[in-house]
């Protein structure tokens, strides 16, 4: 079974930026990897998606053109660059793979077979 580690949370102030990694203990097949995120009280939401066969992506409207997913297949390895960050980013931000079928930015969590133990990120005004 994969297991999936991510690293790179942290805290920093608004307009900070902060990359995210995700490492797969091994190769599994996946239409598509993604980042989600889970604030406090709040359901967990799809941050970014990457298809990776051709590596065509999809932002959630909130961090478009602040957040960059992507994938370096040699290391098995999921990344998300987040710059600008807000303080309502504040989250537990997980990264997911094994989706058999992904539906663009309307790719939900269910979707996905593996998930990492999540890793915190606080931006502070």
């Known amino acids: 079974r994969v297991q999936l580690v991510e690293s790179g949370g942290g805290s920093v102030q608004a307009g900070g930026s902060l990359r995210l990694s995700c490492a797969a203990s091994e190769y599994t097949y996946s239409y598509c990897m993604g980042w989600f995120r889970q604030a406090p009280g709040k359901e967990r939401e799809g941050v970014a998606h990457?298809?990776?066969?051709?590596?065509?992506?999809y932002y959630a409207d909130s961090v478009e053109g602040r957040f960059t997913i992507s994938q370096d297949n040699a290391r098995n390895t999921l990344y998300l660059q987040m710059n600008s960050l807000e303080p309502e980013d504040t989250a537990m931000y997980y990264c997911?793979?094994?989706?058999?079928?992904?539906?663009?930015?309307?790719?939900?969590?269910?979707?996905?077979?593996?998930w990492g133990q999540g890793t915190q990120v606080t931006v502070s005004s």
């Open positions: 990457i298809y990776t066969g051709g590596g065509t992506t």
């Open positions: 997911a793979t094994g989706a058999l079928e992904c539906t663009g930015r309307k790719t939900w969590s269910y979707q996905y077979n593996y």
